[in-house]
C-alpha cells in the first residue's frame, strides 16, 4: 500500500482564524464537495504565506469560507493562500493509474477548474 495525493484544494484564501474555536479548518461545503473531502476528514494545510504545513480536520462551512480554527490559527492570518491536501492509501498495483482530484480556486474561493491529475508512469 501506498499513501498517495487523493485530493488538493488548490491556492484557497484564508477568510478567518478563530483561535477560540475547539479546533479544525471551516472549508467551503462546495469546495469539499469537489475536492471529496468529508466532514471530520484528516487535511494537511500548507501556507503559502509562510511556509507553515500543519494537519487537522476538515468541517463544512459557508460558501467562500476557510477559517482556520483553534490552535491552526496561529498559523495562519486572513488573505493567506493555503493549499489543502488529503491522502488515502492504494494498492501498488493501483498506485501508477491513481488521479487525484485538484480543484482549483479564484481569490473568493470559488471553482474556477476542476480536474483529474496525470497518473504516474512507472518504469
Same mark, same amino acid.
Do not use: Q, W
Given at each position: ?35 471529496? =473531502? *468529508?466532514? #471530520?476528514?484528516? @487535511? ?5 504565506? !509562510? ?5 487537522? +480536520? ?25 493549499? =489543502? *491536501?488529503? #491522502?488515502?492509501? @492504494? ?5 501508477? !493509474? ?5 480543484? +482549483? ?19
Amino acid at each position: 500500500m501506498r499513501a498517495m495525493l487523493k485530493s488538493k484544494i488548490h491556492r484557497a484564501r484564508v477568510t478567518d482564524a478563530n483561535i477560540d474555536y475547539e479546533g479544525s479548518i471551516t472549508i467551503d461545503k462546495a469546495l469539499m464537495e469537489a475536492a471529496d =473531502i *468529508l466532514p #471530520y476528514e484528516r @487535511v494537511e494545510v500548507l501556507n503559502i504565506n !509562510n511556509g507553515a504545513r500543519f494537519d487537522t +480536520y476538515a468541517i463544512e462551512g459557508e460558501r467562500g469560507e476557510i477559517c482556520l480554527n483553534g490552535a491552526a490559527a496561529r498559523l495562519a492570518v486572513k488573505g493567506d493562500i493555503v493549499i =489543502i *491536501l488529503t #491522502y488515502c492509501y @492504494v494498492n501498488d498495483s493501483e498506485a501508477g !493509474n491513481f488521479n487525484p482530484k485538484l480543484v +482549483y480556486v479564484d481569490a473568493r474561493n470559488a471553482i474556477i477548474k476542476t480536474k483529474r491529475a496525470v497518473g504516474i508512469t512507472t518504469l
